[in-house]
């Protein structure tokens, strides 16, 4: 089991920056993918970001693709997520979430969620 908390999150203006961290607790953090997803008020929640056990592979949105990177520290049991050039389709509640199922978009694979943070961007 793992538990998980998000920080890093603000408000910005448009074109500026953030990165946002996600520490897990437990011992197997690295047998887990990590995600990000967000969802903004009256949407869904969507995927944003994932990376398997040792971030050699990783998968973004369409939407993020070139803007966002999402890394991990096992180490530090830390997952980030380096958010550039924010829009303010960019504002959301962004959580991070961890899959023992495998490397996924679909929040039905991660079965461990943060709390969130919000991130909202200015224009």
């Known amino acids: 089991q793992v538990q998980l908390v998000e920080s890093g999150g603000g408000s910005v203006q448009v074109g500026e920056s953030l990165t946002l961290s996600c520490e897990g607790t437990?011992?197997?953090?690295?047998?887990?993918?990590m995600g990000w997803f967000r969802q903004a008020p009256g949407k869904n929640r969507e995927f944003v970001a994932a990376t398997n056990w040792n971030s050699e592979t990783t998968h973004y949105a369409d939407s993020v693709k070139g803007r966002f990177t999402i890394s991990r520290d096992n180490i530090k049991k830390t997952v980030y997520l380096q958010m550039n050039s924010l829009k303010p389709d960019d504002t959301a509640v962004y959580y991070c979430?961890?899959?023992?199922?495998?490397?996924?978009?679909?929040?039905?694979?991660?079965?461990?969620w943060g709390q969130g943070t919000q991130v909202t961007v200015s224009s």
């Open positions: 437990g011992r197997s953090f690295r047998d887990y993918a």
């Open positions: 979430a961890a899959s023992r199922s495998g490397f996924g978009t679909s929040a039905a694979v991660y079965m461990y």
